[in-house]
Every structure is written in structure tokens, then in C-alpha cells.
């Protein structure tokens, strides 16, 4: 298998899936705007999604592939079939009850991170009424994430990157159609969620039928409890719920913070977040989802040549993509703010409260994918204890970070917090495989790294002088010319970036390579 080949794959599946989410998050701004009423439905959504990439992704995902890799390659098709059919049914039993717990206890979740609420009752009232919708959305995510695993280790990559779209398209139906039809529109959102769920389930079930793993589903739970597969898979998620999403939780207390900072301020920082996931999930999830299982085979093969050079593979191509992301993210915030949001209820105001944070985020950029690389290098080899003790220090350092910044630079500061977080995840999970020799780099990292900042300079300037040429919050009356003045930006800068690489001696088939 290709990876370079597959990576774009994948990448180029995950653009579907953000260039739909970020029209989704436009059309939600132009409909909505940044209110009380969008913070209700964003803190109604943030528990759930948190939740589903808690358990039903990263956790569960990192804990389950190297399992079921092991007993793909070990063990034989009929065992691998009935682990499968085990932990299907304990991941949806548990997801199901979580979810009951989350609808009768949705008035003291929204107080506890919601309460800059309070001083709007019925925007209070409306994210306790969604919270309850969606909360079974967890469920439906758990069965995409167990169906994602599966297919991702048989290296089937496109449903799975594929399935988000769904959801937005769903989202896009409910601001375009559903929202006239309800007498609070918000509601309309809420409504899609709990569609697009149903959907990205309905999309696993025929090629996990193609491949004999669709689950088959037990009445009783402790059916699946007492698999020890599904114990050992118990034993490392449990810690690697800390280890995987450490930033997520990060951004629920951001989220209970910013309540308290104004109206708007949740959604503002949910903008930005939005422009942020786009570099990361073309990159670090799409590359945590290549290497994972490769990393594994090469631990279960007791090949650790190919897994060292594997990694430095996916640290290379980290580096060189983020780099001139986070340095075009950081020059071009408010182009892309206005851009893909200042429309309709989103006004001149709601422009600057969100790109600060879009700004303070792209501090950060290199070490959300960073981490997206390091941490699969870990999961792989089944140690989750190093991972979860640098997530529960990085948690904590998010927190001492954002008493100073909060005070200085509000919302924006609590992404700036999230951002050095990351890079601090980063940074230990580098030095903790240094220092256990999992990885030792190829020679030739200093003279890449320095032609990369060279070439980063040149795009930063090339952004930075496209950029000022334009008062982008005046041409809202010309989106057309707007959004065209952008592309060519983004398109020039690229190019120079790229050039500058190719002159220093850069080549694409040096990124070329085949899994074993």
C-alpha cells in the first residue's frame, strides 16, 4: 500500500467532510449569528460530541485497533469475528446508558458548564431541551467509531473519512429547510444532529457485511464482559480516555469559562475552532489513522526498523504541511473569518470576536497534529501510562495558563492556552520516546527543519502582504470578489512556499513509501 497515495485519500475525503462543515458553520452563522441562543446550542452539542470523542473515537479507537490487529493476524478470522460481536455490544450498551444518565441529568450539566446562561433563562431552557435531543447521538457514534476501527485496520480508509459529510449535510438541511418549520429555529440544529447519527451508522453496515464483521448485537451485556479481549481493551481505554483527550477537556472547561465572558463569546470560540479542525483533521487525523494500524502490525511483528522509519515518516510530513498552515492560519484569521461567516446575523463585531481566537489557536496548530502522530506511536505498542500521565499535567497546565491570559485577552486566551497545551502534549510525548529509543530519527532533520522555516517565511510574507492590500470586513457587499481574493492569496502563498522548498532541494518522491 501507497501511504503518500493513501494519505491523499484520505485527505482529500476529509476535505469533503470539512469544506461541508465549514459551509455548515456558515450557514449557521448567517442564520444565527453569535447569541445567546448559538451558545445554548453549541454547549447542548458540546457535551455529546465531547463524550463521543472521548469514548466513542480517540479512546476507544486507540484501544481497539492494536487489540484487533492482534487477532487479525494472530488468531484467525472466527475469533476476530466474536471479539467484534463482544465489544460492539458492550461499547453500544454502555453508550446507551450513558446516554439515559445524560437526559435525566441535562439541567445540572448545562448549570455546571453553562451557567453564563442563566441570565437568559429561555436560552437556558432551550440548551436543556437539546442537550436531551442529542444525547443518544453517542450511541450512533459509538457504532461509526467500532465500524471505523474495523475497516480502518482491514485498510479500507475512504467510508470512514468519508461518513462526517453526512453529518453536515444534515446540519445544512436543518439551517436551509427545518429551521422554518420550528418555533424556536435553534431547534432545527438539534433535530439534524440526531439525523446525520442515523445516517453515518447506515453507511458502516455494507462493507462491514463485505467483509463478514458486521457486529451481531447481544441482549446481554455481560456477554461481552467477559471476553478478555474485550477486558484488555476495558484496561487501556479507561486511561487512554485521559491520554487522547486532554484538549478536548480542555475545551469544555474553555467552554464553561467563555459562558461567563459575554454573548457570543461560546460561539466565537466555536468558529474558530471550526477553521483550526480543517488543517488538523487533513493532516493529523488522517495521519493518525494511516499510522495506527501500520505501527501496530510492525509492534505485533516485532519490526521495530520499520516501526522507527514509519514514524519518521509521518513526523516529516507533519512538519512539512503544518508549519505553513499554523503560519497561514495566524496572518489570514480575519480573511477567513469574514469570508466564510460574516453574512446574514454574523456582524462587523462577531468578525473580531472570532478571529482573535483563531490567531491565538494557530500557535498551537503544530502541536495538535504533533500529537496526533506521537500519540498512536504509544497506543501501538498497548502503553497508554506515559500518554496519560503528560494529558493530566497538560490539563492542568491549560488551566494555570489561562489564568493569566483570560484576564489579558479573553476568549482568545483560552485558546491560546488549548494551543501551548498542545505543543507541550507534544514536546513530552516526543521526549518520552526518545528516551525509551521507540523512535530514533533519520539522520538529515536539521538542514529539513531549516529549509522548511525559510520557506514558511516567504509564505508568511506572501499572506501578510495579500492580506493588507484588502478591507475585508467592507467587501461584505462583494462575497464573490472576497472569497476570490482569499483563494488567490492562499494559491500564491502555496506556490512560493513550495517553490522556495523545491530550490532548497526538496522532492515529492522523498515522501514516497510502502507499508509492509
Known amino acids: 500500500m501507497n501511504l503518500l497515495r493513501t494519505l491523499a485519500a484520505i485527505s482529500s475525503m476529509t476535505m469533503v467532510s470539512r469544506v461541508t462543515g465549514l459551509l455548515r458553520e456558515s450557514l449557521f452563522a448567517a442564520a444565527f449569528g453569535a447569541s445567546y441562543f448559538t451558545d445554548a446550542f453549541n454547549i447542548a452539542f458540546r457535551l455529546p460530541n465531547l463524550l ?9 479507537s486507540q484501544a481497539f485497533v492494536p487489540i484487533l490487529t492482534e487477532y487479525k493476524g494472530k488468531h484467525g478470522q472466527e475469533a476476530t469475528k466474536t471479539l467484534v460481536d463482544h465489544v460492539a455490544t458492550v461499547l453500544i450498551w454502555a453508550t446507551l446508558l450513558t446516554s439515559l444518565a445524560g437526559i435525566l441529568a441535562a439541567p445540572v450539566l448545562i448549570y455546571l458548564i453553562g451557567g453564563g446562561l ?49 453529518l453536515n449535510l444534515s446540519f445544512i438541511f436543518a439551517a436551509v429547510v427545518m429551521a422554518d418549520y420550528f418555533e424556536q429555529p435553534i431547534y ?38 467477559r471476553d478478555a479481549g474485550v477486558h484488555r481493551m476495558l484496561g487501556k481505554m479507561g486511561p487512554a480516555v485521559f491520554a487522547v483527550a486532554a484538549a478536548q477537556i480542555s475545551l469544555l472547561i474553555n467552554t464553561t469559562i467563555a459562558g461567563w465572558q459575554g454573548p457570543g463569546a461560546v460561539s466565537a470560540l466555536q468558529y474558530a475552532d471550526r477553521l483550526m479542525e480543517l488543517p488538523t483533521a487533513l493532516l493529523g487525523v ?173 509564505l508568511g510574507a506572501v499572506c501578510w502582504f495579500g492580506q493588507a492590500q484588502f478591507d475585508w470586513i467592507a467587501m461584505r457587499a462583494t462575497p464573490l470578489l472576497r472569497a ?6 492562499i494559491a500564491a502563498a502555496g506556490a512560493a512556499y513550495f517553490a522556495v522548498l523545491l530550490t532548497l532541494g526538496f522532492r515529492p518522491g522523498d515522501f514516497k513509501r510502502r507499508a509492509k
Open 52 to 60: 463521543r470523542r472521548l469514548f466513542a473515537e480517540g479512546a476507544f
Open 118 to 166: 442563566q441570565s437568559e433563562p429561555a436560552a437556558f431552557d432551550a440548551a436543556v431541551f437539546m442537550t436531551r435531543l442529542m444525547f443518544p447521538y453517542i450511541a450512533c457514534m459509538a457504532f461509526v467509531a467500532l465500524a471505523s476501527g474495523i475497516l480502518n485496520t482491514w485498510r479500507q480508509f475512504k467510508i470512514p473519512a468519508f461518513t462526517p459529510v453526512l
Open 188 to 225: 432545527a440544529m438539534a433535530v439534524g444532529v440526531c439525523i446525520g447519527g442515523l445516517l453515518q451508522v447506515a453507511i458502516q453496515v455494507p462493507p462491514l457485511l463485505k467483509l463478514g464483521m458486521l457486529p451481531r448485537l447481544s441482549l446481554n451485556p455481560l456477554t461481552g464482559l
Open 286 to 458: 488522517a495521519l493518525g489513522t494511516i499510522l495506527l494500524p501500520g505501527l501496530a502490525k510492525a509492534n505485533t511483528d516485532g519490526d521495530t526498523q520499520e516501526y522507527a522509519s514509519l514514524l519518521d515518516w509521518g513526523l516529516r510530513l507533519t512538519f512539512l504541511l503544518a508549519i505553513p498552515a499554523a503560519v497561514g492560519m495566524a496572518t489570514l484569521a480575519e480573511p477567513m473569518i469574514t469570508t466564510l461567516f460574516h453574512y446574514g446575523a454574523f456582524d462587523d463585531a462577531d468578525v473580531r470576536k472570532a478571529s482573535l481566537p483563531l490567531m491565538a489557536y494557530a500557535a498551537g496548530l503544530l502541536g495538535f497534529i504533533l500529537v496526533k502522530t506521537l500519540a498512536p506511536a504509544f497506543f501501538a505498542r498497548q502503553e497508554v501510562r506515559t500518554p496519560v500521565k503528560i494529558a493530566v499535567g497538560v490539563l492542568v497546565a491549560t488551566q494555570l495558563m489561562n489564568i493569566g491570559f483570560v484576564p489579558l485577552l479573553g476568549v482568545a486566551g483560552l485558546a491560546l492556552s488549548i494551543g501551548i497545551g498542545a505543543c507541550i502534549n507534544a514536546a513530552l510525548l516526543y521526549t518520552g520516546l526518545r528516551r525509551r529509543r521507540i523512535y530514533v530519527p533519520q539522520p538529515g532533520w536539521g538542514t529539513f527543519l531549516a529549509r522548511l522555516l525559510v520557506a514558511a517565511g516567504v
Open 484 to 489: 476570490g481574493a482569499l483563494a488567490g492569496i
